[in-house]
């Protein structure tokens, strides 16, 4: 088992830039892939990111792709997730997972995963 912290999060304008971090208990190499989620008042818990950290490779939701990135800073064992050019529609909890218990699919550009480990979410705010 993975436990996860998370930081970051506020309120922005928008157009402005927020970064959210998920800190992992264990070493990022030890760990097969690694997503960001968010879910709004009312709606359903969408994906927008996931990474394999050993491979670097990522993949984004056709929502946030050019817009938001997701990275390893393995000295300190944390995933990040710069979000650039927020938008009102960008306003959530967001959440960061590890430990890929099964694939899903792919849905809107992005391979989906069921992860048995997750961050206690912080909130994302964004205003018009």
């Known amino acids: 088992q993975v436990e996860l912290v998370q930081s970051g999060g506020g309120s922005v304008q928008a157009g402005g830039s927020l970064r959210l971090s998920c800190a992992a208990s264990?070493?990022?190499?030890?760990?097969?892939?690694m997503g960001w989620f968010r879910q709004a008042p009312g709606k359903e818990r969408e994906a927008v990111a996931v990474?394999?950290?050993?491979?670097?490779?990522?993949e984004y939701s056709d929502s946030v792709r050019g817009r938001f990135t997701m990275g390893p800073d393995n000295a300190k064992n944390t995933i990040y997730l710069q979000m650039n050019s927020l938008r009102p529609e960008d306003t959530a909890m967001y959440y960061c997972?590890?430990?890929?218990?099964?694939?899903?699919?792919?849905?809107?550009?992005?391979?989906?995963?069921?992860?048995?480990?997750w961050g206690q979410g912080t909130q994302v705010t964004v205003a018009s």
């Open positions: 997972a590890a430990e890929a218990a099964r694939y899903i699919g792919k849905s809107a550009g992005l391979s989906l995963y069921e992860y048995n480990d």
């Open positions: 264990t070493d990022l190499w030890r760990i097969d892939y």
């Open positions: 990474m394999h950290p050993v491979r670097g490779s990522t």
